[in-house]
């Protein structure tokens, strides 16, 4: 089954209706600033990859990604994962899994050096079935594979919360989706220095598309 409605930005307050069964899908849920996206195999197994931002006056998870979900007729998420700390990419998951949404939550390491990821962690980690995952394959099920290209069990201590970012490589159906959450051009370089595979037919940059990132090579 081909890859259908390749991508589709959805907005908070655009007409959508649910989603055409036997299909696959990957979206991108605009939350404003920040990340979120959404991927559903032809056997309606859902993922998440981010949820937003978390603040006093806006929160992702519950003004936008929840009535998403309610719109498009998803009432569960068999895996959630966030790529690292940042508010804009962890912080809306809160909302979420408080609703009961999150079937099983998948956390990278955090930096223990780090108050604000440590934060995050300890409320995410308070949900019922998580993950902390360190390296290689991490998800699979019929029409989807999740690997982890990062390396936690190596990656040098100095790199800052966005070169921490998990690197995943979607694989739905028979397209692979390269997530690199905020990874920066040290980042960027350790996996061209590992010699990691990074072939994609898509890939969603690091840091939101900023200068900071894409070296030429990678
Ligand atoms: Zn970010």
């Given amino acids: 089954m081909g890859l259908s409605g390749y991508i589709h930005c959805v907005s908070f ?3 959508f209706s649910p989603l055409k069964s036997g299909c696959s899908h990957l979206m991108s849920i605009d939350v404003g600033q920040g990340d979120c996206y ?3 195999t032809s056997d309606n197994t859902t ?23 309610k719109k498009l007729g998803i009432d569960k998420i068999d895996a ?20 009961g949404l999150i079937k099983k939550l998948y956390l990278p390491p955090p930096d223990t050096s780090s108050l604000d990821d440590l934060t995050l962690f300890n409320l995410l ?4 079935n998580f993950e902390l995952i360190t390296k290689g394959n991490i998800f699979s099920k019929k029409g989807i594979t999740i690997d982890l290209l990062t390396n936690f069990d ?4 100095e790199f800052s919360s966005n070169q921490r ?8 159906e028979n397209q692979k989706i390269l997530f690199t959450g905020d990874l920066e051009k040290d980042g960027e370089l350790e996996l061209i220095r590992k010699n990691i595979n990074l072939k994609c037919d ?14 030429m090579n990678f």
């Fill in 13 to 15: 307050g655009f007409w």
């Fill in 38 to 40: 959404l991927l559903q």
């Fill in 47 to 69: 993922i998440l990859i981010d949820a937003g931002k978390l603040e006093k006056s806006y929160d992702a998870g519950k003004m936008t990604i929840i009535p998403v979900l």
């Fill in 80 to 99: 959630a994962f966030i790529s690292h700390y940042d508010n804009d990419h962890a912080g809306g998951m809160i909302s979420l899994i408080r609703a």
């Fill in 125 to 128: 980690s308070k949900h019922e």
């Fill in 154 to 157: 190596s990656i040098p201590v």
């Fill in 165 to 172: 970012s998990a690197v995943l490589m979607a694989t739905l």
């Fill in 202 to 215: 898509l890939l969603k940059v690091g840091h939101h598309g900023s200068r900071l990132v894409l070296q």
